[in-house]
């Protein structure tokens, strides 16, 4: 390499300098950069041959400056220039003339032009010079600060709704220093330790709360959802015992039993001194509950019914509460009576002495470490012929007389099976919402994380908090905004179900299958986001996300596998339009043939298929619009492919087996029109106007971020153009942007407590 002092004995190659500092400096140069410079050099007529090859020994790659070098060079340039230059090449002007003045004046226009053009050609622009004054600038990016743009507290109270209350109780209660965490060391421990905390709800009088006031409770099903939503802040195990334990085997008992075993049971169990069980699963049968094998024969002599098993795998399996504390369990079996089988009906089956030893004729055996709720004691139950009264027959909806005759109000088998189901429906409401906190909660450490983490920056500035780079946004903000959206969904879904008739049951329990099935789904994907948006922070168990994972990846599968649960969904929604369309005559069926062209020829014509302008795209009704399309036109797409198959001669169970794809985008479409429009209702009766501008942002982005998510399909429609989708797509970056400085105090508005976030946060 040759000596660098050459550039004091020629004092106009100075020029070159400050563009052959940057370029070394910041970076190897490429074989595009080295070209151009070359081409610089050799296009410069004022330099001899010998300044041409000193200049072009800078362009070796194999033999590169020396950092001792580059350290000069920069101290050169710092020492010459007098103020910040707007350009290398103006900079290197100003190089010449600190050295030699009459070589200053010697560089031309055209000279100063082609060092500009080469700037500009290689990507130096004039923010280049901050590069070597490192001087502190400030960039869109780094501008982003937290702050709020509404009152924090009227939100957190427009989302609690008539339940702050209750809800204030349960957080005073997990705040308190003596409701610690159960240890996840050891399994028994933690076991134990759950069961504990467990007494000491139902010490407080969460555990009775939905039961009537005769029986130690408040007869608030509503609060009782609210206690197990709030509660899952806290440590998910303790939600699921609580739920077993006050949800499945107390409901079970106020929902299908009458009033004797009302008397019997439900003080013991409210106050939990009577721990026990909900036992419908068998090995062979999750899902398929009109299958269970295990049988519940009636002795007319003895007036008893005989539990038993038939076979190993006909087990009741994953039963929370048996492998250690349960004392009874509710069992569903088939019904036997004089070798009639008479259905699945549900049973009070005792299956410890208060001692805890087992009751002749019961086996158990634990089901072990699982990947989450270690905390819930699932176990494993044979009965090898256990006799119980016949009283203990949960004989709300069907009976034993005292001739031994069966008797039921419900002459159906299947009309009477599911209305019995139906009155257990409250546990694909707890769960959802269990869900939905969890992922509050994952939401809440990852944002906090990510406005307190900062990595790189801008040249020569200081970090930023990862929360201002876009991508990091587009990870957490719409989810974020489907959280919220979620939330009054399920707040709807709740009140359905407490106001149900027999009429919109069947409606109902097809909500509560679908949105049971969509927040677990958006539960599980929300909280891998939230770890991998935390780096390695969030794998750590100590900042909670692992445990929110783990614990919750079960949700998607008890209450009902999600996949099986969306194509229940779509034959109920299936249902509806059979039975609409079963019921019109020919003008009927003409004028909405005709309407549905209406709405095609409005919605796909070629103005609105490509319109892209800010206000259409944050149009609350377009977002409906484009939702109750896709729902319509999925449903009527697949009753007509079902049609066609069956037409053709299939049989209908390998039609549906055929369709199953296209039956789960029914669900989801469905639930996530009925999602939206709950989200709009609910900005709608907002009575503070400082609350409207941040939660209709919200809503935009939950809607554009769902039809962004769906935009092949309405390409392949013919609904939206490119044009539109990529207008889509710039929005939902821009509302993430504009949400941003909000997202902190959105995640306040959840106002859950430190102590099960100071862990995380820390």
């Known amino acids: 390499m040759v000596n660098s002092t050459y550039f004091e004995n020629n004092p106009k190659l100075y020029l070159f300098l400050p563009m052959l500092y940057v370029l070394w400096a910041d970076s190897v140069l490429s074989k595009r950069e080295l070209q151009l410079l070359e081409e610089l050099i050799k296009s410069q007529k004022w330099i001899n041959a010998e300044e041409q090859d000193f200049l072009e020994q800078y362009l070796n790659p194999e033999n590169p400056p020396s ?18 230059e707007e ?31 080469a700037e500009e050609k290689i990507g130096l622009l004039h923010k280049e010079t901050n590069y070597i004054f490192q001087k502190k600038h400030d960039t869109v990016t780094s501008q982003l600060q937290t702050e709020s743009d509404f009152p924090v507290k009227k939100l957190t109270q427009l989302l609690e709704g008539t339940q702050g209350e209750t809800i204030q109780k349960v957080k005073a209660v997990i705040s308190d220093p003596s409701f610690k965490y159960p240890d996840k060391g050891d399994l028994q ?21 939905a039961f009537p006031k005769e029986y130690g409770g408040k007869g608030d099903m509503e609060g009782y959802f609210t206690i197990m939503e709030t509660l899952s802040y806290h440590d998910l195990s303790l939600v699921i015992k609580f739920g077993v334990q006050f ?21 013991d169990i409210g106050s939990l001194k009577l721990p026990g069980c909900f036992a419908m699963t068998e090995t062979n049968h999750g899902s398929n509950v009109k299958g269970l094998e295990t049988t519940a024969t009636y002795s007319k002599a003895d007036k008893t019914i005989t539990i038993n098993t038939p076979h190993e795998k006909a087990c009741k399996e994953y039963i929370g509460n048996a492998a250690m504390h349960g004392q009874k369990a509710t069992v569903f079996a088939k019904l036997i009576i004089d070798e009639v089988d008479y259905g699945v009906s549900a049973f009070v089956v005792p299956l410890r002495t208060s001692e805890g030893n087992l ?38 909806f069907s009976g034993i007389d005292d001739h031994g005759e069966f008797f039921s109000s419900i002459s159906s088998d299947n009309r009477r099976f599911f209305t019995m189901l139906g009155t257990l429906v409250g546990g694909r409401i707890g769960i959802p919402r269990s869900a939905l906190a969890a992922a509050k909660k994952g939401l809440t450490i990852a944002i906090r994380y990510s406005d307190q983490r900062k990595q790189f920056g801008p040249k020569n500035g200081e970090e930023v908090p990862i929360l201002n780079y876009r991508m990091h946004q587009r990870r957490l903000l719409p989810p974020l905004a489907t959280s919220y959206a979620l939330h009054f969904s399920l707040q709807y879904l709740t009140k359905r179900f407490l106001n ?40 750590l168990w100590e900042n909670a996300i692992p445990a929110l994972k783990a614990d919750t990846d079960i949700y998607t599968t008890f209450e009902g596998d999600n996949t099986v649960l969306m194509q229940l969904v779509a034959k109920n929604r299936l249902t509806e339009f059979k039975q609409e369309f079963g019921d019109m005559d020919f003008i009927t069926v003409f004028n909405y043939l005709t309407n549905s062209a209406k709405v095609n020829l409005i919605e796909k014509n070629p103005i609105a ?21 896709r729902e319509e036109h999925i449903l009527s797409a697949a009753a007509q492919r079902l049609k066609r198959l069956i037409d053709d001669g299939m049989d209908s169970f390998d039609a549906f087996n055929v369709s199953g794809h296209h039956l789960v985008n029914v669900g989801i479409a469905y639930i996530e029109r009925i999602v939206l429009e709950q989200f709009h209702e609910a900005i709608k009766n907002v009575e503070d106007e400082s609350l409207k501008p941040t939660l209709d942002k919200l809503a935009s982005l939950f809607a554009l971020s769902v039809i962004e998510k769906n935009k092949g399909w309405y390409l392949e429609d013919g609904y939206m153009e490119g044009v539109k989708t990529k207008a889509i797509r710039k929005m939902v970056n821009q509302l993430s942007w504009e949400l941003r400085k909000d997202a902190v105090a959105l995640t306040e508005v959840f106002d859950i407590p430190e102590n099960c976030l100071a862990a995380a946060i820390a």
């Open 67 to 84: 950092p001792q070098t580059l350290k000069k060079w920069r101290k050169t340039i710092l020492e010459a220039a007098e103020t910040q």
């Open 609 to 629: 298929v490509r319109r892209t302008d800010d206000e259409h795209l944050l149009d609350l009704e377009f977002h409906e619009s484009a939702f109750r399309y």
């Open 247 to 267: 949800g499945l085997w107390g409901m079970s008992v106020f929902f299908l039993g009458s009033e004797k075993h009302h008397q019997k049971y439900l003080t």
């Open 500 to 539: 149900k008739t027999e009429d919109d049951a069947r409606e109902i329990e097809a909500l509560a299958a679908g949105l049971k099935a969509y927040t677990t789904w958006f539960t599980t994907a929300t909280l891998q986001e939230c770890r991998e948006a935390t780096g390695g922070k969030g794998y």
């Open 87 to 117: 350009s290398l090449s103006t900079l290197g002007k100003a190089l010449v003339k600190h050295h030699d003045k009459e070589h200053e004046a010697a560089i031309s226009p055209e000279t100063l032009e082609s060092f500009q053009e």
């Open 189 to 209: 421990t933690e076991r134990e330790q759950v069961y504990a905390l467990c007494k000491t709800l139902a010490e407080n009088g969460f555990g009775s709360w």
């Open 359 to 396: 009751i002749d004729g019961v086996r158990i055996e634990d089901c072990g470490r699982k990947m989450g709720l270690n905390g819930v004691d699932n176990g494993k139950i044979w009965f090898d012929n256990v006799a119980i009264p016949v009283d203990d027959m949960l004989d709300k």
